[in-house]
């Protein structure tokens, strides 16, 4: 695959990455996730996007691309989750960097995100500076922030991160075109997450999970033409080739259907009058919407 560059930071990634959620999915066996892994690798994508709340994703990329370290641009959020430190505090911060590079088995992360921080906290300035801190020391090489609405605002003015990480698809776009234009002024690397907006077109009811259900509600409300295309390939290409999105990042246990996707991205951007049409629509029915983490 062809990469992008990732901002002002000096990666590059390539425009579809890996969202290793899935990886804490029990069903997925110790061997299954080594060769999903491995294979996403070997299909030339070279953005792997974790978390310290994903459970056992963190360690299982430790353990089975280790010794492909330099192939890929590792992600990883933190601010919680350390036993007997509080969360969101300048220490929790800084052990939950140390963890990711003992679980990942890595001397250093190239990308770590503090995982949806609220907004006061943020204010304060500890756990950006905490960042900052283990940036200097060569422990990570991006300061970044995930997350939606005021508190992606915020960090977007602040001036202390290098990249951030938000949801943006056909249900979700707030980012658009207004936050994208300012992250690109500012030099932020940019990874969409929530490309397919939990592909609610799937589903014969409305889902019971929180964000799914929201973006059901909207999906239905914008009466979208998909104008012959599957639901999947409209919202891929219509994410990746916003302009601003260095990536969009998939989760998935299988394979083939990662394949598919990376496929349909060979496809290129949408016609500009339905990519246009698409954001019209969302401005014409939002009610309100926000950002959904």
């Given amino acids: 695959m062809q990469t992008r560059a990732f901002g002002s930071t000096g990666l590059n990634v390539t425009p579809l990455g890996f969202g290793a959620m899935h ?24 953005l792997i996007d974790t978390a310290r709340g994903y459970g056992l994703s963190e360690e299982r990329i430790g353990r089975h691309l280790a010794h492909r370290r330099h192939e890929f641009v590792l992600s990883t959020k933190v601010g919680y989750g350390i036993a007997g430190v509080p969360d969101w505090t300048y220490a929790c911060i800084v052990a939950g960097v140390e963890a990711a590079l003992a679980r990942m088995r890595c001397d250093y992360l190239d990308i770590v995100h503090l995982h949806s921080c609220p907004l006061p906290v943020l204010e304060q300035g500890e756990v950006i500076a905490a960042l900052e801190d283990c940036a200097r020391a060569g422990k990570l090489r991006v300061v970044a922030y995930s997350g939606d609405n005021a508190e992606l605002d915020w960090s977007i003015a602040c001036g202390r991160f290098g990249a951030v990480q938000t949801s943006i698809n056909l249900c979700d776009q707030q980012s658009i075109p207004q936050r994208l234009k300012q992250l690109q002024a500012n030099g932020l690397g940019v990874i969409a997450k929530r490309p397919l907006a939990g592909a609610v077109w799937h589903s014969n009811q409305r889902p019971d999970s929180y964000c799914e259900a929201h973006y059901w509600d909207r999906w239905k409300t914008m009466d979208l033409d998909p104008q012959g295309l599957s639901w999947n390939e409209l919202a891929l290409r219509f994410c990746a080739y916003l302009p601003g999105v260095a990536s969009c990042i998939v989760g998935t246990s299988k394979i083939d259907h990662f394949k598919h996707n990376l496929m349909t991205l060979t496809q290129g951007p949408l016609d500009a009058a339905l990519q246009q049409r698409i954001q019209d629509t969302f401005v014409r029915h939002d009610d309100g919407w926000v950002g959904l983490i």
């Avoid at 996730?33 to 070279?46: K, S, T």
């Fill in 23 to 46: 990886l804490n999915d029990q069903r997925v066996s110790e061997a299954d996730a080594g060769r999903l892994l491995n294979q996403v690798l070997d299909l030339g994508v070279n």
